[in-house]
């Protein structure tokens, strides 16, 4: 429980050491998470859940959430059982629509039809080889088809390796970044409201 109160709390409104620890396996595990989401919606060509799907009264609820966030963690220490169990249900919904907008971001990069990607993916792998046969041809010789598809075979490796490094950092970015600006709002309306007025917060 503690560890679900630090997560969704957050380092103001939680009196667990969740954020003096480092948790890099944990935002490679979101990363993961939204990048499966992502490709099985499109791979199937279904949605899952509502995820990516982002309208203006997502929106607005967001925002509403994100500004009411001080409000609504200050005194979770004191709220009853079914308290606490409401306001983790509020952040873990708020949680749900910043994976929900990642996703939204996400899908549409994904600009070739999956009964197009087997011949999209020979394609490329076909033209990075011959460019790099053809680069190697004047100098190399007979070699240039060898040395063409070793140093294609490692441009392509490389490619994907970046684009998977890329699939799970961009995810966990995006989260990071709205955190810290929530922080930064929860720090604002904590010393200036919440410390004045409710100094026993806790």
Request: with cysteine.
């Amino acid at each position: 429980m503690d560890y679900l109160e630090g997560l969704l709390l957050g380092r103001i409104w939680s009196d667990t050491d969740f954020e003096n620890r480092r948790h890099f396996g944990l935002f490679v595990l979101y990363g993961l998470l939204v990048d499966a989401i992502v490709l099985y919606i499109y791979i199937l060509g279904k949605g899952v859940l509502g995820f990516g799907v982002i309208g203006p009264i997502h929106i607005a609820v967001f925002t509403l959430l994100f500004l009411a966030n001080p409000f609504i963690c200050f005194r979770y220490y004191r709220m009853p059982w079914w308290g606490k169990i409401v306001i983790l249900a509020v952040k873990i919904y708020k949680s749900y629509l910043i994976i929900s907008y990642t996703v939204s971001l996400l899908l549409p990069r994904l600009s070739v039809r999956v009964d197009d990607l087997q011949d999209f993916l020979i394609g490329y792998l076909n033209s990075t080889l011959e460019k790099y046969t053809e680069k190697f041809q004047a100098s190399a010789g007979s070699f240039s088809t060898v040395l063409g598809v070793l140093a294609g075979g490692v441009h392509v490796v490389g490619t994907v390796l970046l684009l998977a490094l890329a699939a799970i950092a961009i995810p966990s970015l995006i989260y990071l970044g709205i955190k810290l600006v929530q922080f930064v709002w929860d720090w604002i309306v904590n010393t200036l409201i919440i410390k004045r007025f409710f100094p026993n917060r806790k």
